[in-house]
């Protein structure tokens, strides 16, 4: 079955950068059509999709964080990495990474991790 | 930017049948923007329910269903049960970037 898990610092200071790795299983990130997406949602509020990188190395980011972001992957290591520059106190979210399966141009996000808080703070 | 709109708030009683709908500030919504519904549940992660308007995974309960209605994505539940009191995010494509919804929050009363 599939499984993703983020894993990554629970707290960070305001300007630094944030990097939070996906570690998944139960599906290969270099077959057709897949895809890791990430998403975050502070507490509270909405949530926010953040980028996705698909097996084939193309990358998507929201236009408003787009200058901040940065996703990479280890196909074999299982792994994608994101990393958010000039972090901020309004960036403090649980951050999900979600598998994107195949389906038409967009594709949807069946299955997701439990979340990591990140707090930023000085 | 672009904003996506769904009501802050619906109630429905044990039984009832509820419509929650997604509105697209870029115009209407069509098949085009693939929505896509999900649950969540405090304290835990979403859970993906519809996909592509109107498509389900094999754990949605029958229950839930998905369609486009007077220019907005909609979920509808009939027949909700005490358990579907959660809230609910949609979410559309827009050609390369997504962008969720501000979230309904279901009351089951």
């Known amino acids: 079955q599939i499984t993703l898990k983020e894993s990554g610092p629970t707290l960070v200071k305001p300007t630094q950068t944030l990097t939070l790795t996906c570690t998944f299983s139960g599906f290969s990130l270099s077959t057709s059509g897949v895809g890791v997406g990430w998403i975050r949602q502070p507490p509270g509020k909405a949530l926010e999709w953040l980028a996705l990188i698909y097996w084939d190395d193309d990358k998507r980011y929201s236009p408003s964080l787009k200058s901040r972001l940065t996703v990479t992957k280890d196909t074999s290591k299982n792994q994608v990495v994101l990393t958010m520059t000039n972090m901020d106190p309004v960036d403090t979210a649980t951050y999900y990474c979600a598998h994107r399966a195949y389906y038409g141009s967009s594709g949807y996000f069946d299955y997701w991790g439990q979340g990591t808080l990140v707090t930023v703070s000085s | ?109």
């Open chain 2, 1 to 109: 930017q672009t904003v996506v709109t769904q009501e802050p708030s619906l109630t429905v009683s044990p039984g009832g049948t509820v419509t929650l709908t997604c509105a697209s500030s870029t115009g209407a919504v069509t098949s085009g923007y693939y929505p896509n519904w999900f649950q969540q549940k405090p304290g835990q992660a979403p859970r993906s329910l519809i996909y592509s308007t109107s498509n389900k995974h094999s754990w949605t309960p029958a229950r839930f269903s998905g369609s486009l209605l007077g220019g907005k994505a909609a979920l509808t539940l009939s027949g909700v049960q005490p358990e579907d009191e959660a809230e609910y995010y949609c979410l559309l494509y827009y050609g390369g970037a997504w962008v969720f919804g501000g979230g309904t929050e279901l009351t089951v009363l």
